[in-house]
T-cell receptor, first 112, second 111 residues
Framework: DTEVTQTPKHLVMGMTNKKSLKCEQH?????MYWYKQKAKKPPELMFV???????INESVPSRFSPECPNSSLLNLHLHALQPEDSALYLC???????????FGPGTRLLVL | GEDVEQSLFLSVREGDSSVINCTYT??????LYWYKQEPGAGLQLLTY?????DMKQDQRLTVLLNKKDKHLSLRIADTQTGDSAIYFC???????????FGGGTRLMVKP
């Protein structure tokens, strides 16, 4: 099983809303990632968790708040987003930093 | 910083072979990956190669790595219309923390 699942699939939110994106994997992977992808562009790294600890934050605005409750789950809490934050948000995981990285199907976010 | 480059577009006829090329600059790359992304979908890992390998074959896919020239290619044999998608190459650095993506190559397969 090489599946990473993400919910919701689509999300529309206003600029004053608070919402969360969820990601789950049951491959025993210890590294989990959040990427942001704008249309016709490659994914851009946002956050990296290693063994449930935040190891990389790529200068992401504080309106994005990641959380890793356990080794299988990764959340991205959203608050006071801007329309330019509309994008496909992809979660990924890997066994550790040396192995293959598997992506979920993404959450397509629209901020109005 | 690291840079990964790909041509933007490739068009082939159904049944032909497709070759998608990628160049990278980071000589400390450990793993190099090929991902496929269909419209509205996430990234599907197609194959990956460790930097001490020259070639890897998996059914219709052949990956060639020229480490001296920092050139990676993906060959798809007997290309089908279902292969139409954007293909991203990516490299993982020596620290293993980050995946650097190329800009993606849009493959169009004509019947």
């Amino acid at each position: 099983d090489t599946e990473v699942t993400q919910t919701p699939k689509h999300l529309v939110m206003g600029m004053t809303n608070k919402k969360s994106l969820k990601c789950e994997q049951h491959m025993g992977h210890r590294a989990m990632y959040w990427y942001k992808q704008k249309a016709k562009k490659p994914p851009e790294l946002m956050f990296v968790y290693s063994y449930e600890k935040l190891s990389i934050n790529e200068s992401v605005p504080s309106r994005f708040s990641p959380e890793c409750p356990n080794s299988s789950l990764l959340n991205l809490h959203l608050h006071a987003l801007q329309p330019e934050d509309s994008a496909l948000y992809l979660c990924a995981s890997s066994q550790d930093f040396g192995g293959a990285m598997y992506f979920g199907p993404g959450t397509r976010l629209l901020v109005l | 910083g690291e840079d990964v480059e790909q041509s933007l577009f490739l068009s082939v006829r159904e049944g032909d072979s497709s070759v998608i090329n990628c160049t990278y600059t980071d000589s400390s790359s450990t793993y190099l990956y090929w991902y496929k992304q269909e419209p509205g979908a996430g990234l599907q890992l197609l194959t990956y190669i460790f930097s001490n390998m020259d070639m890897k074959q998996d059914q219709r896919l052949t990956v060639l790595l020229n480490k001296k020239d920092k050139h990676l290619s993906l060959r798809i044999a007997d290309t089908q219309t279902g292969d139409s998608a954007i293909y991203f190459c990516a490299e993982k650095d020596n620290a293993g923390n980050m995946l650097t993506f190329g800009g993606g190559t849009r493959l169009m397969v004509k019947p």
